[in-house]
């Protein structure tokens, strides 16, 4: 059984900078795509980033192109999401997925197998 643990979220202010770190365990995610998504109070999930198996391949979701990084460590079974020039609008729940065998980047939260438990980041205006 695989699992997921974020870390990293927290309050910071309009134009701050957050890290977000994802930890694997009980499996290896090697070959595995890794996203993160985020969920608002009354909302659904929404694709943030996503970043296929070797890490040369990256995808993000429209709203946070050129402000947020996503990469991994395989070796250490790490995933990160590098957020700068945070707005308020990006205040939620921030999860950690993998695709399990499949290494190839996914917008869908469908297409997604392992979910950590989330961190919360909340951006103050």
């Known amino acids: 059984q695989g699992q997921l643990v974020e870390s990293g979220g927290g309050l910071v202010q309009t134009g701050g900078s957050l890290r977000l770190s994802c930890a694997g365990s009980?499996?290896?995610?090697?070959?595995?795509?890794m996203g993160w998504f985020r969920q608002a109070p009354g909302k659904e999930r929404d694709f943030v980033a996503a970043?296929?198996?070797?890490?040369?391949?990256?995808d993000y979701a429209d709203g946070v192109k050129g402000r947020f990084t996503i990469s991994r460590n395989s070796a250490k079974e790490m995933v990160y999401l590098q957020m700068n020039d945070l707005l308020p609008e990006d205040t939620a729940v921030y999860y950690c997925?993998?695709?399990?065998?499949?290494?190839?980047?996914?917008?869908?939260?469908?297409?997604?197998?392992?979910w950590g438990q989330g961190t919360q980041v909340t951006v103050s205006s």
């Open positions: 970043i296929n198996w070797s890490g040369y391949v990256t």
């Open positions: 997925a993998a695709r399990g065998y499949n290494g190839d980047t996914d917008t869908s939260a469908s297409g997604y197998d392992y």
């Open positions: 009980g499996r290896t995610f090697i070959t595995s795509a």
